[in-house]
């Protein structure tokens, strides 16, 4: 008999070496080809040496034989092999085991009895490091060992190479234990959280013929050898937080464990960090969030603010707080407080306080008719708010004016017209505008020179173009535009209050900075001070002065808003929000994927400016091209994203006027498209700001 490993010093009894040797010895001592040959195949079957573990058709196809051929091969290679690792030698190859190291592996295989009847293999790896005192071990080597001793593998199916097996150290069916672990893995997949054992069992024998169920023994064994399962203190089950299929499975985890409502932010924030936790990268914002959510029916959302429930959840409404808040005046038939008005909202859904205070203030649908008293504008009572300027009264800002007359002569290609006829012009572009009051304004216009001129025996006033009318216009003139002055100095008081670090702010302190930036007189800032319903006001005992602080609305979106420079822009983009309800959610997304078209474009004509990227005639010929061209050249990453917004304007401008039902559609994902809208403008604003000051 032939004594194998031959010359290994008692030094150098590393597992993973003297393993490997007897393996190599076992099959080339003899010197034949054939056994060379197996042991080849018993390299490629188990991975050793750092081959690729091959199928038997792949094996097959190296050695150009069939499947079988193959595992005939390994089977009476490893049959041969076995017996020498378990007798210590082989008679029919006339070969015997070294004695110290077939102590070694009978000590080991009493070890492993000491373990449970079933085990992972990760639970194996460790233990067999701590037998042997290895710091590494070579685990193709030790499943061929396991293999050998006689132990069954059973495929977890996770993918993960550590994890992916489990170990039969005893007489076992694990046929049925594989396919007892794949139906709980598929229970647990489809629940996503926590159940009862019993609960789990019901479900998985449900339907099956007694002969045919998993029996309580296999459907544990199974549960305590996959790592894709664990066993809460509450004594539930669930499948792990990592091994959970996709994102909107994590977040019904977190919403089911909450027990309450949370917004798109806080979900992303919990998906990122426990993310981290287990060792990934993730990046998830909440405009993900929001767009997996709103594809999948398990889940509801509950405002534009970006809220989220389970539609599992019986004591949440749905229905938009501006609904509820119609309800809540509905329900009584006279006029509320906005605390009680409130109190009826915050029982059927989660809104800040400060929330139903502002659209109490800001939308139509609502009148104050008292103190603290609002009802339903269509029940007709009188409005305690200051009457606003009829249709018929309108005039416009000074600058607005300005624009109108120049538009006037660029289009009629003269810089000369009778002061009558520009002024009817003007009313032409302006329906809801007053001639006579626009003829007025015209003779005070910088924009013109006003003369008097004999037509026949007639004397009429002629005005001339004077293009050089933005000098003669202050910058508060300017900025008012398009907007009256009080709103400009309410926007302006909030975008100053909303970049303090506690949203608060003496109100001297707040004057002075409104009067020097956009040049007001200070009575104009307390004047708009005292009609804003989302301001708060407190006396300090410390100074004895008056402290604003803004209300947060949760459903806002000043922190992106924040982040443009161009007042003008942001007068558009908050005009655009306005409309975001129930009556105007089209329009509202119509004027913002129009002003993402212009921030495209004017981004584009920046760089054409620049001539750092080039920039044709016909890549600013519409939308479509724009995007394009933003995609070919790199300078967005994610072009179908910006195309996705396209068709959205496209659906917007070009379809039929939506009915209710389409319009409450369209508000239910608002709140994943605006944030989208408003993201990709603030990126291309920035972005030109920066080609701007480099």
């Not at 001592?29 to 188990?46: C, D, M, T, V």
């Not at 809801?432 to 003369?451: F, G």
């Not at 009067?515 to 001070?529: D, G, K, N, R």
């Not at 070009?654 to 994943?672: F, M, W, Y």
Request: contains cysteine.
């Amino acid at each position: 008999m032939t004594e194998i490993p031959q010359n290994i010093p008692d030094s150098s009894l590393v597992f993973d070496e003297w393993l490997s040797q007897i393996i190599y010895e076992f099959f080339h001592f003899s010197g034949k080809k054939a056994h060379s040959r197996a042991y080849l195949i018993i390299e490629y079957r188990f991975g050793l040496n750092g081959r690729s573990l091959l199928t038997l058709e792949e094996t097959g196809v190296i050695y150009d034989v069939t499947r079988e051929r193959i595992r005939q091969i390994e089977k009476r290679a490893l049959d041969n092999l076995s017996e020498l690792i378990k007798a210590g030698n082989n008679k029919k190859r006339k070969v015997t085991l070294n004695p110290e190291l077939y102590k070694e592996i009978q000590g080991y295989k009493k070890s492993l009895c000491n373990l449970n009847k079933m085990v992972s293999e990760l639970t194996i790896i460790n233990h067999t490091l701590e037998y042997f005192s290895e710091v590494t071990i070579d685990l193709p080597l030790l499943r061929l060992l396991l293999t050998l001793l006689g132990y069954d593998k059973i495929n977890l199916g996770t993918g993960i190479p550590e994890y992916n097996f489990a170990w039969a150290l005893e007489t076992i069916n694990t046929k049925r234990i594989e396919r007892a672990l794949h139906a709980e893995l598929n229970y647990l997949r489809e629940i996503a959280v926590a159940k009862p054992y019993n609960e789990i069992k019901l479900a998985i024998n449900k339907n099956k013929k007694p002969n045919s169920r998993f029996n309580d023994s296999e459907l544990n064994l199974a549960i305590d050898i996959s790592h894709d399962i664990e066993r809460l203190s509450d004594e539930t089950i669930q499948l792990r937080y990592e091994s959970l299929r996709s994102l909107p499975d994590k977040a019904y985890r977190i919403l089911h464990s909450s027990g309450e409502p949370l917004q798109a932010r806080q979900l992303a924030m919990i998906l990122n960090k426990e993310a981290f936790k287990h060792g990934e990268q993730s990046r998830i914002t909440p405009h993900h969030v929001g767009s997996r959510l709103s594809g999948d029916e398990r889940f509801s959302s509950i405002g534009r603010n970006g809220g989220w429930i389970l539609k599992e959840w019986q004591n949440y409404s749905t229905d938009k707080f501006l609904d509820l808040m119609e309800d809540s005046l509905h329900a009584v038939g006279n006029p509320l407080s906005s605390q009680e008005i409130y109190d009826f909202v915050i029982a059927r859904r989660p809104v800040e306080e400060a929330t139903i205070t502002a659209y109490l203030g800001q939308d139509k649908r609502f009148v104050r008719v008292g103190t603290d008293l609002f009802a339903l504008s269509n029940w007709g009572m009188t409005s305690v708010s200051s009457v606003r300027l009829s249709s018929a009264e309108r005039v416009f800002s000074k600058a607005k004016l300005c624009e109108y007359i120049e538009l006037v002569f660029q289009n009629n290609e003269s810089n000369k017209a009778y002061l009558s006829d520009l002024a009817q012009e003007i009313s032409n572009i302006e329906s809801n505008s007053n001639p006579q009051a626009i003829y007025n304004s015209v003779k005070n216009s910088p924009a013109v020179k006003v003369v008097d001129e004999m037509v026949g025996e007639r004397k009429r006033k002629v005005v001339i173009f004077e293009p050089n009318y933005q000098t003669q216009l202050t910058k508060l003139e300017i900025l008012t535009k398009d907007i009256p002055v009080r709103e400009l100095i309410q926007n302006t008081i909030r975008r100053i209050l909303d970049k303090q670090p506690e949203k608060k702010l003496e109100l001297v302190t707040i004057r002075d900075l409104v009067s020097s930036e956009i040049h007001c007189p200070p009575a104009s800032v307390y004047s708009a001070v005292a009609e804003m319903d989302d301001i708060e006001k407190e006396k300090t005992r410390e100074t004895n002065q008056i402290v604003c602080k803004l209300k947060i609305s949760s459903g806002n979106y000043s922190e992106q808003i924040s982040q443009i420079g161009d007042e003008k822009l942001i007068v558009e983009i908050n005009r655009a929000l306005n409309l975001a309800n129930i009556e105007s959610i089209d329009l509202a997304l119509f004027q913002l994927g129009k002003i993402f078209e212009y921030t495209l474009k004017r981004y584009m004509l920046e760089i054409k400016k620049q001539g750092s990227i080039p920039v044709t005639n016909k890549n600013l010929q519409k939308l479509y091209t724009m995007i394009k061209w933003a995609g070919d050249n790199g300078v967005i990453t994610n072009d179908t994203a910006l195309h996705y917004l396209r068709i959205e304007r496209n659906d917007r401008g070009h379809g039929e006027p939506p009915d209710i039902d389409e319009r409450q559609v369209l508000l239910n994902n608002a709140s994943t498209l605006i944030p989208f809208y408003l993201d990709y403008i603030v990126l291309l604003e920035q972005r030109r700001e920066k080609l701007k000051t480099a």
